[in-house]
């Protein structure tokens, strides 16, 4: 991760229109969002949240209280990078034939990717992990000629016994 | 209704927003009268809603009530589709949430705050609309006089003290009093309260806060920082802060500091008087204020009119004062000086406003009329959009652009032509009889005050500038 760069993670009514509540503040009090998660949690009320983005203090601190008075925002807070599991999946896909293939399962193995579709003309592949090694493995692909990349965006978990409480926020937030 | 719901959002005024839509099954389709309200009013309300289930309207409502006065007040929109209009339901009377004004400030800012206030040799009390809508006066009054302190405040402040007390200097920003402009700008302590440090009420960010430490009382946590960096932030209710931050400080004496002030306050450039024996913005500014009792709600629209309100209108009571701030809507006074009225038991409330902002909303006039509110609007006619011709005067060379719009209207005849009564007031003798037959009448009444097209609101510090670009002269 980039110095500047920091995660946020936030619980949030899953209704209608929330991403998009979220999204605009990022718009229009411009700040940008690198990369974002979005998923129901165990609880069918309430999804989680995870964006990248990128800013000093003075960003950091006006995000999450701007986001705070959201009022479908339940909790929101940055996630320290030395004590967080962060994953992101990509799948990529390489329209080559067999025989330019040399290479590439190798890569596939070092890098703990995983073949998920293979035609005579075509590999997909996944791989999930960390952003870096992520980057690392799309680079090396490079040269065989990407036809096609998408990535999830970061999620991340705390570690140990940490998690995202939905406790009630403080009224004057809302 | 948009335009209405941003000034409410900027101005942090509690407001219940109720939209039609179109029947739920027609939503998305681009159905006749269709507008999506809500993704439109996302970004300028605290929150919004659609009712999609006929079951969830009244605490959807409820809800909405408690959102806007909750914690730092603001606009909710509740919008119901017409199918959801007339579904029936099963309605439970539930009592509304109490409202929420709490405070969460450990020990340890308090003791900063106190250190701080204890340490300092200049210290400046600069409140803001949050020390109005907190009702906080009385504790203001009490932090001032305990720490002896001047007080400055923003035009959405300017209700909260009244402006015959000596510790009071004005309005601060970008025309505000000179005095308080200097003070501030010596100060070495800004306390500020219930403020969210606009752009036009400090000017140059950097410059504002040299030689300062701040301490910013606010109720919405995101404000500490936003514009201007705090030393110690105390973030809650302003008057539960106030009390509390009160109770804690020791009394202090600051000779100097209040020589030093008086002698701001004595500077001539901090009495910019217009003329008295001429018709002109103050001289009818005064003649209302004199004839108004002292709990008169008064009313802006917005524009050199608003600042000269600002500037010569003496209020006395907190909430007096009804104005745009951050939006700076134009149109603003019409619909505010009826709401005003009828919030107020229908008294008799004053509107100033100009020929620029009336023509914006004086479609109202019917409903004033209608409702025979005893309005006395003050119309200041200088027949140009003045603000903008005086920054046309001294920014941009004199090349007036779109401002004077050669309006012919008759105010008088226009009044008659709803129902209301009219007055034209030409010159300075006719003044005091004009006001004083308004306040006699029972509905709206209208006074139109031709004055000079270059009347001036002064002082000013340009945009971005600071207390050294003051300008005092035209």
């Known amino acids: ?174 | 209704m948009v335009t209405g719901i941003a000034n409410a959002y900027l101005d942090s005024s509690p407001l219940v927003a109720i939209t039609g839509n179109v029947a739920c099954e027609a939503i998305g389709k681009d159905s006749f009268q269709e507008v999506d309200i809500t993704g439109v009013t996302m970004p300028i309300t605290k929150h919004n809603f659609i009712v999609k289930d006929v079951s969830r309207l009244a605490d959807i409502l409820r809800d909405a009530f408690a959102i806007a006065r909750r914690g730092r007040p603001g606009p909710v929109l509740v919008d119901i589709p017409k199918d959801i209009q007339q579904a029936d339901c099963y309605y439970e009377p539930k009592k509304a949430a109490p409202v929420t004004r709490s405070n969460n400030n450990g020990k340890e800012a308090f003791a900063e705050a106190v250190k701080l206030i204890s340490q300092c040799e200049r210290p400046y009390i600069y409140t803001g609309g949050g020390t109005v809508g907190s009702n906080a006066s009385q504790e203001l009054l009490a932090l001032a006089e305990k720490i002896d302190s001047p007080i400055g405040s923003s035009m959405m402040g300017l209700s909260a003290v009244s402006h015959d007390n000596p510790r009071f200097l004005g309005m601060t920003g970008m025309h505000g009093k000179y005095a308080a402009s200097q003070v501030m700008g010596r100060a070495d302590l800004l306390i500020a309260i219930g403020t969210r440090f606009s752009d036009r009420a400090t000017g140059n960010k950097l410059a504002f806060i040299e030689g300062k430490k701040v301490i910013h009382i606010d109720i919405d946590p995101s404000e500490i920082g936003k514009n201007i960096p705090a030393f110690v932030s105390l973030i809650g209710d302003v008057k539960a802060v106030l009390k509390k931050l009160v109770a804690e400080l020791p009394a202090g004496n600051r000779k100097a500091w209040h020589q030093e002030v008086e002698s701001f306050k004595n500077c001539p450039d901090n009495r910019l008087e217009m003329p008295k024996d001429s018709l002109n913005p103050e001289t009818v500014i005064q003649a209302v204020n004199r004839r108004a009792p002292k709990d008169t709600v008064v009313c802006t629209d917005v524009g050199q009119h608003q600042m000269w309100t600002a500037q010569y209108y003496h209020f006395a009571k907190p909430r007096s004062f009804i104005t745009s701030g951050g939006l700076g809507t134009m149109g603003f006074g019409m619909g505010a000086a009826m709401g005003a009225c009828i919030g107020n038991s229908k008294k008799k409330t004053v509107l100033f406003t100009s020929d620029g902002s009336f023509h914006m909303n004086m479609n109202e006039m019917a409903t004033a009329v209608s409702n025979q509110l005893p309005l006395v609007i003050v119309l200041l006619n200088n027949n140009t959009l003045g603000m903008v011709r005086q920054w046309q005067t001294l920014f941009f060379d004199k090349r007036y652009s779109h401002t004077s719009l050669e309006r012919r209207t008759d105010y008088v005849k226009l009044a008659e032509a709803f129902g209301a009564k009219g007055l034209r007031v030409t010159k300075l003798e006719q003044l005091d009889k004009a006001v004083k037959d308004a306040f006699a009448a029972k509905g709206p009444v209208l006074i139109e005050a031709v004055i000079d097209q270059d009347a001036k609101v002064l002082p000013m510090i340009p945009p971005g500038g600071t207390i050294k670009d003051i300008i005092v002269k035209a």
């Open chain 1, 1 to 174: 991760m980039n110095p500047d760069e920091f995660i946020l993670a936030m619980l949030v009514n899953n209704e209608a229109g929330v991403l998009t509540r979220v999204s605009g503040l990022f718009a229009r009090r411009v700040f940008n969002i690198d990369s974002l998660s979005v998923g129901v949690t165990d609880d069918p009320r309430i999804s989680r949240i995870t964006i990248t983005a990128r800013g000093d203090d003075y960003v950091k601190t006006q995000l999450v209280r701007q986001l705070e008075k959201l009022h479908d925002v339940k909790i929101v807070e940055v996630m320290p990078t030395t004590s967080t599991v962060m994953r992101e999946l990509v799948l990529i896909k390489l329209n080559i034939a067999q025989k330019s293939r040399a290479g590439l399962m190798e890569a596939v193995a070092v890098f703990r990717a995983k073949v998920v579709d293979l035609t005579n003309d075509s590999v997909t592949l996944e791989i999930t992990g960390e952003r870096s090694k992520c980057n690392a493995f799309v680079e090396y692909l490079r040269p065989f000629g990407i036809a096609e990349l998408c990535r999830t965006g970061l999620t991340a978990m705390s570690r140990g016994r940490k998690t995202l409480k939905m406790n009630a926020k403080p009224a004057q937030h809302t």
